[in-house]
T-cell receptor, first 113, second 113 residues
Framework: DVKVTQSSRYLVKRTGEKVFLECVQDMDHENMFWYRQDPGLGLRLIYFSYDVKMKEKGDIPEGYSVSREKKERFSLILESASTNQTSMYLC????????????FGEGSRLTVL | GENVEQHPSTLSVQEGDSAVIKCTYSDSASNYFPWYKQELGKRPQLIIDIRSNVGEKKDQRIAVTLNKTAKHFSLHITETQPEDSAVYFCAASKVDTGNQFYFGTGTSLTVIP
């Protein structure tokens, strides 16, 4: 059974703080993704990665960066958190580059005060 | 880029009735269309998917239909049960963007016992 684990379920940070959201998958998947989920806006792709040390911008990369030093770990970084980054963040992984099932983590709910 | 629209945003049905959720997409090159179900407080999970070379796919009480000409696809749930209550997301993907999915904004389905 695929497991995607996000290190923090709930975080509260202050404006301007640096925030790290960690995601680990245990199925040797090549592909990993970070999505942001907001009511009425669905799931929007922030960044994705098809390989170690590789990253690609998604639809809303502004204000975010990512790191993938190891195949199983994909980190989302908010260099200077702002209130409009208050949201639910979902990490996902998949095996196949094309048309494969996405396996999601439980999500990290971030509140920026 | 691709634009996926999903309707309705909320849907209430009586237990035992059918539910239909519709999505349209803009990019005719999209060729893979999954549906994800997200129960309250849980991660999204794939429930059914369809590829552009078929028009319909069924799995017990759920089915998905695809009209490539009109660029729309629908999720059909028959004999609804309270455990079908959840948020449902449609998505579209195409081969040359790898596993980059474009999600709809979600439909909150409530099945009334």
């Amino acid at each position: 059974d695929v497991k995607v684990t996000q290190s923090s379920r709930y975080l509260v940070k202050r404006t301007g703080e640096k925030v790290f959201l960690e995601c680990v998958q245990d199925m040797d998947h090549e592909n990993m993704f970070w999505y942001r989920q907001d009511p009425g806006l669905g799931l929007r792709l922030i960044y994705f990665s098809y390989d170690v040390k590789m990253k690609e911008k998604g639809d809303i990369p502004e204000g975010y960066s990512v790191s993938r030093e190891k195949k199983e770990r994909f980190s989302l970084i908010l260099e200077s958190a702002s209130t409009n980054q208050t949201s639910m963040y979902l990490c996902a992984s998949s095996l196949y580059q094309i048309g494969g099932e996405l396996f999601f983590g439980e999500g990290s709910r971030l509140t920026v005060l | 880029g691709e634009n996926v629209e999903q309707h309705p945003s909320t849907l209430s049905v009586q237990e035992g009735d059918s539910a239909v959720i519709k999505c349209t997409y803009s990019d005719s090159a999209s060729n893979y269309f999954p549906w994800y179900k997200q129960e309250l407080g849980k991660r999204p999970q794939l429930i059914i998917d369809i590829r552009s070379n078929v028009g319909e796919k069924k799995d017990q009480r759920i089915a998905v239909t695809l009209n490539k000409t009109a660029k729309h696809f629908s999720l059909h749930i028959t004999e609804t049960q309270p455990e079908d209550s959840a948020v449902y997301f449609c998505a579209a993907s195409k081969v040359d963007t790898g596993n980059q999915f474009y999600f709809g904004t979600g439909t909150s389905l409530t099945v009334i016992p």
